[in-house]
Nanobody, 126 residues
């Protein structure tokens, strides 16, 4: 299990924004596809965005398309998830995950990932 650490979660009002970070220490993310997932109480884990190793391929779930943006900063060894126009239904624990790959692919299927962070809570409420 590689050490991934999420940060940036918190409490925000509807319509607000947050930026989540997924950082790695002790290894480079350059050869890893990264996915962002979320899980609300009583619900299954949902894949919401993913990015290929070079950043050339990105995917979004329909529920966040147009509101969330995934990016990666090689120099900081970090992947970001910019979340705008947040809604109460975005409330969940958000996880990042990594899978080693030499291909320019990424996937929203959580079963494809074998390295997970501990999660960060995002709460959208008045």
């Amino acid at each position: 299990q590689l050490p991934l650490v999420e940060s940036g979660g918190g409490l925000v009002q509807p319509g607000g924004s947050l930026r989540l970070s997924c950082a790695a220490s002790g290894f480079t993310l350059d050869y890893y596809a990264i996915g962002w997932f979320r899980q609300a109480p009583g619900k299954e884990r949902e894949g919401i965005s993913c990015i290929s190793p070079s950043g050339g391929s990105k995917k979004y779930a329909d529920s966040v398309k147009g509101r969330f943006t995934i990016s990666r900063d090689t120099a900081k060894n970090t992947v970001f998830l910019q979340m705008n126009s947040l809604k109460p239904e975005d409330t969940a624990v958000y996880y990042c995950a990594a899978i080693y790959t030499i291909r320019e692919v990424s996937t929203l299927d959580p079963y494809d990932y074998n390295n997970w962070g501990q999660g960060t809570q995002v709460t959208v409420s008045k």
